[in-house]
């Protein structure tokens, strides 16, 4: 609860700090080569009159507009301007999901989903991004409430099989015995089956993992030992499965392993939409007084960047 507080005492600071620096006249600049991706909106006459505050955001006949090789985000699936964050197609590719249900009358339920995966070609490799988000209830009670954030960076040699990788992990779970866990891991990958319909890789590595919050915030020393498989089925449909195994270096006895797989089937290759079936599996030989075991499944409409 304290590292939440601070968080967010901090997340105020910079947007207090961010509002003195920021006018309507000057834009946020997003785009590599400077160019205006987003203009910010007046903050104080926002709170006097918050539409034509937001009117500001949209570009006008005196401001230059967006490049072409870029996508809005929200636009360009709803049919109409929103203000929203562009991503320029040319940088970044990837992927976002959304998916959810609910039912009301005898029982009432509802469930959210939502993914966001990005990356990018950097000069010496690959960089990604990974979002994901869960929540649902029954009843009116939360049951399950999950946010997985993932970064890491992988260092390519070309006409080599072998590369360098490095993660770095944050998880937060409402219903784990921790305020948040932190992990962070790098090591070796190795590619050693590439044909046209398969890939297959193996990577092993060490790091560390730190619940914050837990009666136990100690930093405990990880191995990592994966596997990743991403298999075309047909022009239309693939597969991706990985699996990692983090034992504690001290005690291979207390570990984690995080596996996920995905089944993608396109829609509409034009526009890019797809569907995903997908299911995670998060397994804690330390829980505490939970069960060791998350399992989410997904059926959900992806989008392609």
Not at 13 to 41: D, K, M, T, Y
Not at 137 to 163: C, I, M, P, Q, Y
Request: proline share 5%; charged share 25%; net charge negative.
């Amino acid at each position: 609860m304290r590292v939440c507080l601070v968080l967010l005492a901090i997340l105020l600071s910079i947007c207090e700090w961010a509002a003195g620096q920021l006018s309507a006249q000057q834009p946020i600049l997003l785009h590599p080569q400077g160019r205006e991706a987003i203009f910010s909106p007046d903050w104080r006459r926002a709170i006097e009159n918050i539409g034509p505050s937001v009117a500001r955001l949209k570009p006008g006949e005196h401001r230059r507009p967006f490049p072409e090789e870029e996508v809005d985000v929200v636009s360009d699936n709803i049919g109409f301007w929103v203000p929203t964050i562009r991503i320029d197609k040319t940088v970044w590719d990837g992927t976002m999901e959304f998916g959810g249900n609910g039912t009301t009358g005898n029982t009432d339920t509802s469930q959210l989903f939502a993914s966001v995966e990005l990356e990018r070609d950097t000069r010496k490799g690959l960089l990604e991004i990974d979002l994901d988000y869960v929540r649902s209830k029954a009843g009116g009670v939360v049951n399950k409430h999950h946010t997985l954030f993932d970064v890491g960076h992988h260092w390519l040699r070309e006409g080599s099989d072998l590369s360098w990788f490095a993660e770095l992990g944050l998880e937060y779970d409402q219903f784990r015995p921790f305020d948040l866990r932190l992990t962070a891991n790098g090591g070796l990958q190795k590619l050693f089956v590439d044909t046209e319909t398969i890939q297959l890789s193996w990577r092993f590595g060490a790091g560390m993992s730190q619940e914050i919050g837990a009666p136990d915030d100690a930093i405990v020393p990880e191995a990592v030992f994966g596997l990743i498989l991403e298999k075309q089925l047909t022009a239309r449909q693939e597969i991706k499965a990985d699996v990692d195994y983090f034992p504690d270096w001290s005690n291979f006895t207390e570990f984690r392993i995080e596996a996920e797989a995905s089944w993608r089937i396109i829609l509409d290759e034009q526009h890019g939409w797809s569907l995903k079936l997908a299911a995670l599996d998060r397994y804690d030989s330390t829980p505490g007084d939970n069960r060791p075991n998350d399992f989410t499944y997904s059926l959900v409409l992806l989008w392609e960047i």
